[in-house]
């Protein structure tokens, strides 16, 4: 089986920091690209940011210059630094990665199981 594990969520004030963590672990072979998704309430899933192994990365719009994604390959865990929170930013926060397991052939992605973001006054 293959997990990812998110933390670091939480309600902050309008212009604060958060970071959040997330580690996929299990019958792992390699961790390819890994992003972070939010979903809104009433609103779909969007892509907020993704990062590849050798560390391009991407970015929505509406986040751009405020949150920074980071990974660490050796412990497969991606960071989303956000500053400069606003109450636009709510939403729960969902990893996403490329692994390929140990017992497999083909790559296959998981996500986890989501962690709050709540950006209030």
């Known amino acids: 089986q293959v997990q990812l594990v998110e933390s670091g969520g939480g309600l902050v004030q309008p212009g604060e920091s958060l970071r959040l963590s997330c580690t996929a672990s299990g019958i792992i072979s390699s961790v390819g690209l890994m992003g972070w998704y939010r979903q809104a309430p009433g609103k779909q899933r969007e892509l907020v940011a993704t990062i590849s192994t050798a560390g391009n990365t991407d970015y929505a719009n509406s986040v751009l210059g405020r949150f920074t994604i980071s990974r660490d390959n050796a412990k497969n865990t991606v960071y989303l630094q956000m500053n400069s929170l606003k109450p636009e930013d709510t939403a729960d926060y969902y990893c996403?990665?490329?692994?390929?397991?140990?017992?497999?052939?083909?790559?296959?992605?998981?996500w986890g199981q989501g962690t709050q973001v709540t950006v209030s006054s």
């Open positions: 996403n990665s490329l692994v390929l397991r140990r017992d497999g052939i083909e790559w296959s992605t998981y």
